[in-house]
């Protein structure tokens, strides 16, 4: 979101890090201008490194500290990855961000970088639609290990990789969904007769989820989402996916 005006691609052109830099203030207070149009107080910016360096996002989060947060982005396999670590959340980061297909669940690696992510407190955000096949039986592990850590599954877990951790989110209650992307779409789908289980209980599962978006023009889209899921489910409800579950987990 964040580098869509400060991180452009021209022809094969890639700019370098002190090109970007002067462009981040103005695409901060773009973004911000965007929350305002929606009512959104905070957002969480989510790097991807490194075609998305976390260091631009520290940048974006210091220029609009009142609204804007951060989270990091480590490669396990990359050279110091503690190190890095520690040094995003020293700067700032709230949450640690794994990408998929930078790091194999059963690396050992991994698991001591999940580790001491959540001894410095940070909350796990995985990307996850579908790949890789390992991450739900890992996350399942995590969770249960890690009992006083949360971990948020990004993107909804996909179109196709949802069904794999919506029931690892009903039964495990420090597993998250977020509801950018691939959740519009399944809400859309013939496929959302299967989430009709998430309004049932006393305290539907839909409380579950996280607000989440890929870009500020998919907004409304979300919002739509959530509406249709949380039809004549209380107040209560609405308040903890679009601000309580994040607000709690981010430690606002």
Same mark, same amino acid.
Request: hydrophobic fraction near 45%.
């Given at each position: 979101?964040?580098?869509?005006? &400060? %991180?452009?691609?021209?022809?094969?052109?890639?700019?370098?890090?002190?090109?970007?830099?002067?462009?981040?203030?103005?695409? &901060?207070?773009?973004?911000?201008?965007?929350?305002?149009?929606?009512?959104?107080?905070?957002?969480?910016?989510?790097?991807?490194?490194?075609?998305?360096?976390?260091?631009?996002?520290?940048? $974006?989060?210091?220029?609009?500290?009142?609204?804007?947060?951060?989270?990091?982005?480590?490669?396990?396999?990359?050279?110091?990855?503690?190190?890095?670590?520690?040094?995003?959340?020293?700067?700032?980061?709230?949450?640690?961000?794994?990408?998929?297909?930078?790091?194999?669940?059963?690396?050992?690696?991994?698991?001591?970088?999940?580790?001491?992510?959540? &001894?410095?407190?940070?909350?796990?955000?995985?990307?996850?639609?579908?790949?890789?096949?390992?991450?739900?039986?890992?996350?399942?592990?995590? $969770?249960?290990?890690?009992?006083?850590?949360?971990?948020?599954?990004?993107?909804?877990?996909?179109?196709?990789?949802?069904?794999?951790? %919506?029931?690892?989110?009903?039964?495990?209650?420090?597993?998250?969904?977020?509801?950018?992307? $691939?959740?519009?779409?399944?809400?859309?789908?013939?496929? @959302?007769?299967?989430?009709?289980?998430?309004?049932?209980?006393?305290?539907? @599962?839909?409380?579950?989820?996280?607000?989440?978006?890929?870009?500020?023009?998919?907004?409304?889209?979300?919002?739509?989402?959530?509406?249709?899921?949380?039809?004549?489910?209380?107040?209560?409800?609405?308040?903890?996916?679009? @601000?309580?579950?994040? $607000?709690?987990?981010?430690?606002?």
């Amino acid at each position: 979101v964040l580098l869509e005006r &400060a %991180l452009r691609h021209k022809e094969r052109e890639q700019f370098t890090l002190d090109q970007l830099r002067p462009n981040v203030s103005a695409a &901060a207070k773009w973004l911000v201008e965007q929350m305002d149009k929606k009512n959104i107080e905070k957002s969480l910016l989510v790097p991807v490194d490194p075609i998305m360096p976390t260091e631009l996002y520290v940048q $974006a989060a210091k220029e609009i500290p009142d609204r804007l947060l951060t989270a990091c982005s480590v490669i396990p396999r990359s050279q110091n990855p503690l190190d890095q670590l520690k040094r995003w959340r020293d700067a700032g980061a709230r949450a640690l961000k794994l990408q998929p297909m930078q790091y194999d669940p059963r690396d050992p690696v991994v698991e001591r970088l999940v580790y001491e992510a959540i &001894a410095l407190d940070m909350p796990l955000l995985f990307h996850y639609t579908d790949l890789p096949s390992a991450f739900p039986a890992w996350l399942e592990h995590l $969770a249960g290990t890690f009992r006083q850590a949360n971990f948020v599954v990004i993107h909804f877990g996909g179109i196709y990789g949802f069904q794999s951790v %919506l029931p690892l989110a009903h039964f495990l209650s420090n597993v998250w969904l977020e509801t950018s992307t $691939a959740f519009i779409r399944v809400v859309a789908s013939p496929q @959302r007769a299967q989430l009709q289980f998430l309004r049932e209980g006393q305290q539907p @599962r839909l409380a579950k989820l996280i607000f989440g978006s890929e870009h500020p023009s998919d907004y409304d889209a979300v919002f739509g989402a959530i509406d249709a899921l949380t039809e004549g489910l209380s107040a209560e409800v609405v308040q903890a996916i679009c @601000r309580g579950n994040a $607000a709690r987990l981010l430690k606002l």
